[in-house]
């Protein structure tokens, strides 16, 4: 189906991270994404993506522990991704 291509074609790495992510991005189509810590407080965001690159995050703003990202597409769906953060 065309959710499992989505699904397929996205990537967030390396997990666990230590001072960025990568959103590897390959037909995905992302249009927004946040990054939120266990108490589901907003860490950091950008909503304003543009182009098909992969995006780097910088992990800095996040402490040690589980964080989540939260993916919003052009198409609307939204996928959610859990990463761990290790200082």
Same mark, same amino acid.
């Given at each position: 189906?065309?959710?499992?291509? +989505? ?7 390396? %997990? !666990?991270? %230590? ?14 994404? =946040? ?6 407080? #907003?860490?950091?965001?950008?909503? %304003? +993506? ?7 995050? =910088?992990?800095? !703003? #996040? =402490? ?10 052009? %198409?609307?769906? +939204? ?9």
């Amino acid at each position: 189906t065309a959710v499992d291509d +989505i699904l397929k074609s996205f990537k967030v790495y390396p %997990n !666990p991270a %230590n001072d960025h992510l990568i959103l590897g991005r390959e037909r995905a189509g992302i249009k927004a994404w =946040s990054i939120h810590d266990i108490y589901n407080r #907003c860490v950091v965001f950008d909503k %304003n +993506i543009k182009g098909n690159e992969d995006i780097t995050i =910088s992990l800095m !703003p #996040c =402490s040690s522990g589980v964080h989540i990202i939260r993916i919003e597409l052009a %198409n609307g769906s +939204i996928l959610i991704r859990r990463f761990t953060v290790i200082r």
